[in-house]
């Protein structure tokens, strides 16, 4: 888990990079236009979701099998509004003008960053959606609390992932 977690942040860092060399390359280049304002509503509903997950592995730490399907439910759901909003924001920056192939590549990098992101979130999605239906099963306490241990780990990095790509882009825009 922490290689890969290791591996998906040196793969932003990479594309911040190549954003930041290519939008100093001249007065030409830069996002030049606002973000959406969906991006906030999606920001709220993932860091909402995080501090589900939390209260979802507190539960499962202490055996209650039925709080924690129930925050892991609040997790998934939070989880599939944030990707129902970041859908929201492409469709509003297509809307603008904002294009995924066009002659200003910073334009484009939102939606590397975005569309790199919403995988994560589907994978994410796919690692709580296997917690939910194993939690309560006949295995041991411990196996259930290293796969909520896990899960957790990856959905915090997630919002933390999100939370730098929204201020980098903010700030850059």
Known sequence: MYVFLVVSFMLFAAWSS???VYSAGGEDKGIKT?????????????????????????????????????????????GCLFFFLQYSAWMELARNGVMFINNN????????????????????????????????????????TFRMELATIFW????????????FLLLNQ
């Open 18 to 20: 190549g954003f930041i």
């Open 34 to 78: 606002l973000l959406p304002q969906t991006f906030i509503y999606s920001t709220l509903a993932i860091v909402i979701s995080s501090g589900c997950m939390h209260l979802a592995y507190r539960a499962a730490k202490l055996g209650n099998f039925a709080k924690q399907r129930l925050w892991l439910g609040f997790t998934i759901f939070l």
């Open 105 to 144: 590549a910073s334009q484009s990098f939102i939606y590397v960053f975005v569309w790199a992101h919403q995988a994560h979130i589907f994978a994410g999605l796919v690692v709580l959606l296997n917690a939910l239906f194993k939690a309560g099963s006949k295995q041991p306490l411990i196996k259930n």
């Open 156 to 167: 915090h990095f997630l919002d933390i992932l999100w939370i730098y790509i929204y201020v």
